[in-house]
């Protein structure tokens, strides 16, 4: 009797024992996948990790934007076009640069998006708190060449005037002679803090 107590307490911690080393890997895998211990792994490394839950299904035959619209807006990381517009992958182009500035490179890539993929409408977005309205010009440059040890001098598009720079971006692509259509460019500035988007209208079409 005492010998098969023993036997059967001790299988008891064997089991339980198993049980324990089991559920420790569980977790540690656990942690690999959703990126816990995040200083020893790089941000690039993580994001890829997170790609293999992503699968674009029909969307992936989509040449053309269903929606035949291009956006133009700020790179700033809290702005989330798709779930601030309702996008889903295939409805749109989507050009980002720092302050969403109608530079040359966003005039090629515009010209592209109407000329080959049949966009017709073009939305600048703006918004509000943009780094490229909270320093000069004078100071950016200042910082990435301390940052690079480079002297730099490229035009970066800084504004004072948060408005102003929308309607100025609207000229400029519907002045530009390589973009077929013109006739639905439109802009707007996001209220990061409220999550609104309002209208912005250049000076010779603003509503009456």
Known sequence: MIAWTWLSTTMRRNRARDSST???????????RVGVNSLAVDAIDQVLMNSRLHYLGSAAR?????????????????VDVSALLGLRPGDAHVIRNAGGRASTDTVRA?????A?????EVMVIHHTECALGRFSQAQLDEQISAASGH?????????TDPIGAIAEDLERLRACPYLPARDKIRGFMYDLASNLLTEVFAPDRAPH
Do not use: W
């Open 22 to 32: 089991k559920s420790s890997k569980v977790l540690v895998s656990h942690q690999q």
């Open 62 to 78: 989509i040449i053309e934007p269903v929606r035949h619209l291009a956006i133009l807006t700020c790179m700033d990381a809290r």
């Open 110 to 114: 515009l010209a592209i998006s109407q």
């Open 116 to 120: 080959v993929m049949h966009t017709r």
């Open 151 to 159: 002297h730099f001098a490229e035009e970066l598009g800084c504004f």
